[in-house]
């Protein structure tokens, strides 16, 4: 008796047998992983190949020697950097172990690449120490103006000398992670000084530029970076509202998203995104120092959200709201919740009663209101902390 056999859909279009297509796929798949294997060899050849023809700076001093002899001679040491006797000398000398390494712009045919003028990362990373505790958190009474253009300066050159270098690592993260710190306690410190003195606008794009690398630095990374919840807490906080910034959290690994301060930031920025000015005052009483620096930028607008919001809310003709309260609730005193009302057309009566009216309310004129006069909720928070511990993140 015959057995009629099964034959299957491929066999009948002349496909090899089961066994043979097994083998056939193996080596298939064996000649994948062989390429694939050869892929990830060339490109790591490649990158080793670019590191070794990448400039290695051999200068151990934080101003190369040919730099301080060329600006000593054509008179451009900053006061920072002359030794000491010889300041009021026709020419000024400097000294070796004050004078920094100044910005200097690409120009063509100009070399930035020579060895003896570039630090190496840990002389970079002693230069940042330097700029903080020498000349940021100097006592001596300068202008913090002058202090902060020096600085800028110089933190700028060594950003330069990481970038031809392709600095990378510990030592990388370091100086960011102090770099960022210094341009935000600058946005705070600086706050409503003159234009010609101080530009928040480039300030926050060096800030931006230097956080984002830093943030690069924890994705890309081998780690660990133990500052890590710090920095992700005050980008939000410093961009509260943007969405990419807001995305970037959300997208960080569960763990460290579940962390306290990066909870904290995002319960503020949901306030912020909200509208919701009361209770993004209420957390913000939790903040530290830094990240109150970091958030003291929207705390304008969010006032003024506050008084527009009360003034539509309570806007009776018998209606009145205590002085002292809506102090609490702006975290201000007294004076200056007078004053910021006064200056959106918000009634207070001589019994310190706020009367709020929607028809009232006004936007302040353009420089009336300064945002250094309702700097408290921050300067509080400071305290016996000193610049140098803010910065080098030991509060």
Known sequence: MLTAGIVSHSQRRGAPAGGEWRQRNEAQWR??????????????????????????????TMC???????????????????????ERDRRPRGDSLRAVKE??????????????????????????????????????????TEVYSFVFDRLRGVKQDMIIQRVSGSNC????????????YASYRLCGEPLRLYDPRINDTHLQ?????????????????PNQEEFQALGLLYNLGSARA????MELPGRLRSS??????????????????????????????????????????????????????????????????????????TSLTARLCQAHGVEVNKDNQVVFSKAAFTEPEQGKLHCKL??????????????????????
């Open 103 to 144: 910005y200097s712009r690409p120009a063509a045919g100009k070399d930035s690449t020579n060895p003896p003028d570039l630090r190496p990362p840990a002389v970079l990373l002693k230069t940042v120490c330097y700029l903080i505790d020498d000349i940021a958190a100097s006592p001596h009474p300068e202008p913090w």
């Open 31 to 60: 000649g994948q992983g062989k390429t694939q294997g050869r892929e990830v060899e060339e490109n790591e050849r490649r990158e080793q190949q670019v590191k070794e023809t990448l400039p290695r700076g051999t200068c151990q």
């Open 260 to 333: 306290p301060a990066i909870t904290l930031a995002l319960s503020i920025n949901r306030a912020f995104l909200e509208r919701n000015p009361v209770c993004l005052f209420r957390l913000s009483q939790r903040l530290n120092f830094l990240q109150s620096c970091a958030l003291h930028r929207h705390l304008v607008a969010c006032r003024r959200d506050l008084l527009l919001i009360y003034s539509h809310g309570f806007s009776s003709r018998n209606c009145r709201f205590p002085l002292d309260r809506l102090a609490r609730l702006l975290s201000l005193d």
């Open 64 to 86: 190369p020697a040919r730099e301080l002899r060329d600006r000593e001679a054509q008179c451009r040491l900053h006061r920072f950097e002359m030794l000491a006797g010889t």
């Open 209 to 225: 530029e230097n956080l984002s690398w830093l943030l690069d630095c924890y994705a890309t990374g081998t780690g660990p970076h």
């Open 173 to 184: 993260v370091a100086i960011l992670e102090r770099t960022v710190r210094f341009f935000i």
């Open 374 to 395: 309702y700097h408290n909720i921050v300067a509080e928070k400071q305290r016996d902390l000193s610049i140098g511990n803010v910065i080098h993140g030991c509060a």
């Open 246 to 249: 807001t995305q970037h959290i």
